[in-house]
């Protein structure tokens, strides 16, 4: 179960560990659709991108008994990237089981944090397979990217520190992949700004959050295709599934050629990096009625892999 005493628990746990992330403007977005927009950093967090978050709280929280075998998830990245950093500052062994089409910063941050990636099939039954394998072997705790509730709370820590930032919102608006971002805004802003209407954003080539939430009934990922290679895994169903099927507002669909163009006037007009899946977040905006509203988006990341 997650709720906001569980987000205010997991945020006095990571504190020590995470950076509060700024909150940005653009003058020129903000003119141009007559709204305030606020984005929330995580490209500026800790690995880049939001999931140490979620990782921090998940791994911290394990008993000294169950943390002594070490951890393994598997994961397209971020989410790689934060387990196996929070592996090394609690100071116990970490396996990451990475797609074999992974970006290669990705997989060279697994290494940097002191993790031994894992590459397999970019199926995601070659990687809960691989997963099974580890943990067979060494005994190792399974930490889920997005399906925990450790997770989810830890990273409706980023919505938590939004609202405190930037209150009043009218609009939240967050990337959806599995759910664990989308899922932890929807419970905090549940709680602290009721009228906020939560929104997820979801690429049109990867849409099982839509497709979910328009059939009342969870729909499992089936070939996804997307630049935006954070949002590629299946809506968690056991518990992030059911928080947004209760609490989230609408889920929307972008184009790529949508997440493209929100991408460049990101790094032209604000001047800093984000990845993709955020994109997708800032791409959705076109989707709503701004005007005159507030709006908070949360941008997941940073992680980029430019061409050679």
């Not at 989410?79 to 970490?94: L, M, W, Y």
């Not at 089936?222 to 599934?241: E, F, K, M």
């Not at 001047?271 to 507030?294: G, N, T």
């Amino acid at each position: 179960m997650t709720d906001l005493a569980a987000i205010r628990a997991a945020a006095e746990r990571i504190e020590p560990h995470v950076h509060r992330t700024p909150v940005l403007t653009s003058r020129f977005f903000d003119e141009r659709h007559d709204t305030r927009v606020f984005f929330k950093c995580e490209n500026f967090q800790r690995t880049g991108a939001f999931k140490v978050r979620g990782a921090f709280n998940a791994v911290l929280s394990l008993s000294d008994t169950e943390a002594a075998k070490g951890v393994v998830t598997h994961s397209s990245g971020n989410h790689g990237q934060a387990v196996a950093c929070a592996a090394r500052v609690r100071g116990i062994p970490a396996w990451i089981v990475m797609p074999s089409n992974a970006p290669t910063p990705k997989q060279e941050a697994v290494l940097g944090y002191g993790a031994e990636p894992c590459l397999c099939e970019p199926t995601l039954a070659a990687r809960e397979s691989t997963a099974q394998q580890i943990i067979e072997r060494t005994g190792a705790h399974f930490i889920d990217s997005n399906d925990i509730p450790e997770v989810i709370a830890g990273q409706g820590t980023a919505t938590l520190e939004l609202l405190a930032d930037a209150p009043g919102l009218d609009w939240l608006v967050t990337p959806v992949g599995g759910g664990g971002l989308l899922s932890g805004a929807a419970v905090a802003a549940a709680e602290l700004s009721p009228s906020t209407r939560v929104v997820g954003a979801e690429p049109a080539g990867a849409d099982d959050a839509f497709r979910s939430f328009t059939s009342g009934e969870w729909v499992p990922s089936v070939n996804p295709q997307t630049i935006a290679d954070g949002l590629l895994v299946s809506l968690g169903r056991n518990h992030a599934w059911p928080i947004i099927k209760r609490s989230v507002h609408s889920i929307v669909t972008v184009s790529e050629d949508e997440i493209v163009t929100a991408l460049r006037f990101v790094w032209q007009r604000m001047k800093i990096v984000i990845e993709p899946s955020s994109a997708v977040a800032v791409a959705a905006l076109a989707k709503l009625d701004l005007a005159d509203k507030r709006v908070g988006v949360i941008l997941s990341g940073g992680n980029v892999a430019f061409p050679e």
